[in-house]
């Protein structure tokens, strides 16, 4: 399903019929896959721009740079999710290669607002060395603001979800933000394929997956 972002529900749905059960679920997870993957290219992009513009300059001026990372701000509230905020964080600083726990520290600092802002710069003055690694920063995160049942919360509304109004690559997005709030025990492939089916919208798409599978 490589070249579904220009094709409709119709033409998509005419693709499946084409094709045997195992290689349908085969295509319906590299299509939710795929949406994941697109982020992290971005990612990679940003990387490969960031090192083009620091070539020839000086090492404290690449390191400043190394600084300005696309990731999301944490604000600490009950609408953030912080489990997926760890998942966007690690995914950044893998992508650009940056190692030692000072400077991971720096640049997860750097990317709180709000309520965690204030918490963490709250313990720093009381122990500048508090956050010792990346590790620690996010154990003392996770205690202070991960809200009781939050992954099972996330489960819940996974296992649940429905296409509703969305278009497929929304919906598909959809499912792939709840499935990366869920950490702990991982949704396995085969759930996350049977949800994506069962929650899509009546049409010919979900009647030609439904007659093959079930």
Do not use: C
Request: charged share 30%; proline share 3%; aromatic share 8%.
């Amino acid at each position: 399903m490589e070249d579904s972002r220009l094709m409709g529900e119709p033409a998509i749905s005419g693709m499946l019929e084409s094709l045997s059960r195992d290689q349908q679920h085969a295509a319906i997870n590299k299509f939710i896959q795929g949406e994941l993957a697109v982020e992290r290219q971005k990612i990679a992009l940003l990387q490969q721009q960031g090192s083009h513009q620091s070539m020839g300059r000086p090492t404290h001026t690449r390191r400043s740079e190394t600084l300005k990372i696309d990731i999301s701000r944490y604000k600490g509230t009950d609408e953030d999710s912080l489990l997926r905020w760890f998942v966007e964080f690690d995914d950044a600083i893998r992508a650009r290669h940056i190692e030692g726990d000072e400077m991971q520290v720096t640049i997860s600092l750097s990317n709180l607002t709000g309520r965690a802002k204030t918490w963490a710069l709250g313990l720093k003055l009381h122990d500048p060395n508090v956050f010792e690694s990346l590790e620690i920063l996010k154990a003392r995160l996770k205690e202070k603001f991960e809200p009781p049942r939050a992954e099972f919360r996330a489960r819940s509304a996974l296992l649940k979800l429905k296409q509703g109004k969305r278009d497929v690559h929304a919906y598909a997005q959809h499912l792939r933000y709840l499935s990366s709030s869920v950490t702990e025990n991982p949704v396995d492939e085969h759930t996350l394929i049977n949800v994506f089916i069962y929650g899509l919208v009546d049409g010919p798409m979900k009647t030609y997956m439904f007659r093959e599978d079930f």
